[in-house]
């Protein structure tokens, strides 16, 4: 029960990730694709989907990391379009016009003059390919067509529940510990999700408002599970991925 919006959502929270060291291809959708310092952006399209429920079950079943194999699975399923680009398609590039497809992002929006908006991974401007970043781009040329999952129309399914935005405020393991509403509701939510914090606070299950060690040992297992940066901090990416990554069942 996936739509075309959750999958855009959960894209446009990675806009700004760099891979690091620049020009390496080392980056957290390379190690959780199984196949890091290797070209990303066919794993970033695949992460982004797994993680909201449409894995695209391309070369394994997380999803593909050849922009080729994409292509040809998804002309195999009948999910191809040349033209008639729709939100949350998945467009595919030949910069080099040989016929082999060499790129590869989420369309965003469809614009009026006919060009397109997409979420791509492993861009930047003036390496459109291989550039390192998380980025939006528009796009008119090069375009070899478009693969479109099977996306549950938003009409037919209850939106994803909202949650509350991000602070700003980065929350880590500190001496004394932090402590705050914010990590309250991360808490709660954690919980929510399976997490066991401890035996503290209002619930007895660890929701105390305050970061510990064992909150902290929490953190870093999610963001390995969801291949976030493991950096033990909650900052925008973890803090969205404890709402919107899906619950992992044992």
């Known amino acids: 029960m996936t739509t075309a919006q959750q999958v855009i959502k959960f894209a446009a929270n990675e806009i700004g990730y760099k891979e690091n060291p620049p020009e390496s291809n080392n980056n957290k959708f390379g190690i959780w694709y199984g196949m890091n310092r290797e070209p990303w952006c066919a794993m970033f399209v695949s992460y982004c989907l797994h993680n909201t429920g449409l894995p695209l079950k391309i070369t394994t079943n997380k999803g593909f990391a050849y922009c080729p194999f994409g292509i040809k699975w998804f002309k195999e399923q009948g999910l191809w379009h040349t033209s008639n680009p729709k939100v949350g398609d998945i467009v595919f590039y030949d910069w080099k016009n040989d016929g082999v497809s060499d790129h590869v992002g989420i369309v965003e929006k469809v614009n009026s003059d006919g060009s397109i908006v997409a979420i791509e991974g492993n861009t930047s401007v003036g390496n459109d390919s291989n550039g390192g970043q998380v980025m939006r781009r528009t796009r008119r040329g090069n375009i070899v067509g478009y693969g479109r999952p099977n996306y549950t129309s938003g009409d037919d399914v209850t939106p994803l529940p909202p949650h509350p935005l991000w602070t700003g405020r980065y929350i880590f393991l500190t001496s004394p510990y932090m402590e705050g509403s914010e990590i ?26 305050v970061f510990s060690e064992r909150d902290h040992e929490v953190l870093i297992k999610f963001q390995q599970e969801k291949g976030l940066e493991v950096d033990g901090k909650i900052g925008p990416q973890s803090w969205n991925a404890a709402w919107e990554a899906p619950i992992t069942e044992d």
Not at 184 to 204: C, D, K, V
């Open 184 to 209: 309250l509701l991360w808490q709660r939510q954690m919980i929510h999700r399976g997490w066991n914090l401890g035996s503290g606070g209002t619930t007895g299950k660890g929701d105390d408002s």
